[in-house]
């Protein structure tokens, strides 16, 4: 009974209300700590760096208290400068403490070098337009000459010049495709330079 009254006694009553002011203002003076302590109320948004180089990203960060650390460089696009931000993480708009990094990935200076596959001669057009495209290549011209297989490859050429398997071109570039017309002629490039020497000896002779 004792210990029944005095739990509804005035005296424990004031106890516990003090208690629990006690208890309410040292969580609230804990959690004012921890938000001084963590920067929590100051927020930085994160500027749009898309297209800016690397002497303006330093300049902008700078200002707003930011960091940034080079990723890597993406496949080039030609939409954005040379050596300009492509992609960014965090991404603009989002908000980020002081002295948060901001990783960037850069544009190259160009499009990469590609090899021209093996065994692309004497195989179909049907074969060989696929298999460039998907290496990034664009097809140009398409002529023809003498030889018994139809619409096989028989010259790779690019800018007017011979491309051998292995050599290495840009991205992007053309390559204009030389077929058979399939005649079932064939005429190689010695034979053709007898024919000519044939015809001047046989000019000469009539004089």
């Known amino acids: 009974m004792g210990l029944f009254r005095?739990?509804?006694s005035k005296t424990f009553?004031?106890?516990l209300v003090l208690a629990v002011i006690v208890l309410v203002v040292l969580s609230f003076l804990t959690m004012q700590w921890l938000d001084y302590s963590t920067n929590q109320d100051q927020r930085?948004?994160?500027p749009d760096l898309a297209k800016m180089n690397l002497d303006n990203v330093e300049e902008r960060l700078e200002e707003m208290d930011l960091d940034f650390e080079i990723l890597d460089s993406a496949n080039f696009n030609p939409d954005f400068?040379?050596?300009?931000?492509?992609?960014?993480?965090p991404a603009p708009g989002k908000?980020?403490?002081?002295?948060?990094k901001i990783y960037l990935t850069l544009n190259p200076s160009g499009y990469r070098k590609i090899e021209v596959p093996m065994n692309l001669i004497r195989k179909t057009r049907r074969q060989v337009e696929p298999t460039l495209r998907s290496l990034g290549f664009e097809i140009g011209e398409v002529s023809y000459k003498p030889d018994i297989a139809e619409d096989a490859v028989l010259e790779l050429r690019h800018k007017g010049k011979l491309v051998e398997p292995g050599d290495e071109l840009m991205k992007t570039s053309v390559i204009d495709l030389v077929l058979g017309d399939g005649s079932g002629r064939y005429r190689s490039t010695e034979e053709d330079t007898l024919d000519v020497e044939s015809e001047t000896e046989s000019e000469v002779d009539e004089f």
Do not use: A, C, M
């Open 6 to 8: 005095f739990i509804f």
């Open 44 to 46: 930085i948004e994160v």
């Open 81 to 89: 400068p040379r050596y300009s931000v492509i992609d960014q993480v």
């Open 95 to 100: 908000f980020v403490k002081e002295d948060r």
């Open 13 to 15: 009553l004031i106890q």
